[in-house]
């Protein structure tokens, strides 16, 4: 699965946006830049709202189409526009605003659209129906150059459970109910619910939206033990135990920097400690004890792995959030290194990590990064 190019006519503070993702460029990892309030992250959400919401938890889309503003006088508006590649083919999928006129002209009828009563209106024009967002307007998907609506039916679901989110947890999420926007910033809040109790439940009801700041260490320890049975097939199987449990070592004390610290499983599985050495004395850390920017690389390792995020289209806002410039030119080759078989699109502030790719894999919003005097 590959995002090959999107095109955001007008959303929010979203202008004329056609960006493109090519598909031969290796790695397959694309930052993506701007001035603050540029609208990377809404670019983000808008492209997880639609491909991963729209087919998984409705409401979620729902509340960023209340952003939606479309011309009064228009009967058919395009918000988005996806090409992508999947089955080794190029497929466009079209996410359109109808209002009901526009429909009684398509469909021949006289009152409301309802898609109960017309179960055949999606032979007309290829016309998904997805929700009725406010008492005029209703948004459609159409995938082009595909005629079999079954077809596209299993295309826009797979794409679904493709397509990952990831950002800090400070930042504000367009798809989340507006009353959880505001609380953010209200000191007496008479709310049912917290910020962060809106954000556990999206994602509890999102498999694709993931925050950094939560450590999967029982995702940690379930790897461990799935690649000691691996080894112990492989005895059985070849005669040699594999390696799985090994690399599976090594990657993580390479996370936490080369012979700094060392990840231990306890003997019963219950849980896992860092062993780090300080002059002659080694000492235990617990999870707790790591620092934010270790935290949130383990974390980010943890969610790819044990998400089993492989042939996907990853979102990643910020992801340079908590690391040290050494680490934000390294992320590329970690994310290259950990799932060479997805597609990254990082929103990022970091010349460092830019860096670590070409000018072309670079995409950027207006107002551009602006380059440091040296
Ligand atoms: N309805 C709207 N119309 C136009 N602009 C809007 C609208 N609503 C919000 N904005 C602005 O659009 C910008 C989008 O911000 P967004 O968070 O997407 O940018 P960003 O590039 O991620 O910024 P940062 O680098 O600071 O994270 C903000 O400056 C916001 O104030
Ligand atoms: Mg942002």
Not at 222 to 241: P, V
Not at 302 to 331: C, G, N
Not at 341 to 354: G, K, R
């Amino acid at each position: 699965m590959h995002l090959l190019r999107v095109q955001i006519p007008e959303y929010r503070g979203l202008k004329n946006i056609d960006l493109t993702f090519e598909k031969d460029f290796k790695p397959r990892i694309f930052p993506l830049g701007s001035q603050n309030g540029g609208g990377k992250s809404t670019l983000l959400q808008l492209i997880f709202a639609l491909l991963h919401c729209s087919w998984v938890k409705i409401a979620y889309l729902e509340n960023m189409l209340k952003e939606l503003r479309v011309p009064y006088e228009a009967y058919q508006h395009p918000l988005a526009t996806f090409d992508i590649w999947y089955n080794d083919q190029t497929f466009q999928i079209e996410f359109l605003v109808c209002n009901d006129d526009y429909l009684k002209k398509e469909l021949n009828i006289k009152d409301k659209f309802d898609p109960e009563k017309f179960p055949d209106y999606e032979k007309k024009e290829n016309l998904f129906y997805i929700t009725r967002f406010s008492s005029r307007d209703m948004l459609f998907s159409r995938v082009n150059n595909m005629t079999n609506m079954e077809e596209s039916g299993i295309f826009l679901e797979d794409l679904a459970k493709k397509v990952f989110l990831t950002a800090p947890s400070t930042q504000v999420y367009l798809f989340l109910p507006q009353e959880a926007r505001k609380i953010l910033f209200k000191k007496d809040s008479s709310a049912k619910q917290s910020y962060y109790e809106y954000l556990n439940q999206a994602k509890a009801e999102l498999p694709g939206f993931f925050t950094y700041d939560f450590i999967a260490i029982d995702a940690i320890i379930d790897f461990f033990k799935m690649a000691r049975d691996s080894d112990f097939a492989e005895m059985i199987k070849a005669g040699e135990y594999g390696n799985s449990y090994k690399t599976l070592s090594n990657d993580l004390n390479t996370i936490l920097g080369v012979g700094t610290k060392r990840i231990k499983l306890e003997p019963d599985l219950s849980g896992v400690t860092f062993e780090m050495e300080q002059g002659k004395e080694t000492i235990n850390l617990y999870p707790e004890d790591l620092s934010h920017g270790e935290l949130s690389k383990l974390s980010i390792y943890a969610w790819l792995k044990s998400r089993q995020i492989v042939d996907a289209i990853v979102l990643f806002d910020e992801i340079e959030t908590a690391f040290h410039p050494d680490w934000e030119y390294q992320i590329v080759s970690d994310l290259q290194r950990w799932e060479p078989n997805n597609q990254y699109i990082l929103a990022t502030h970091s010349y460092e990590l830019c860096q670590a790719l070409t000018p072309a894999h670079v995409k950027e919003l207006e107002p551009k990064l602006l380059k440091p005097a040296n």
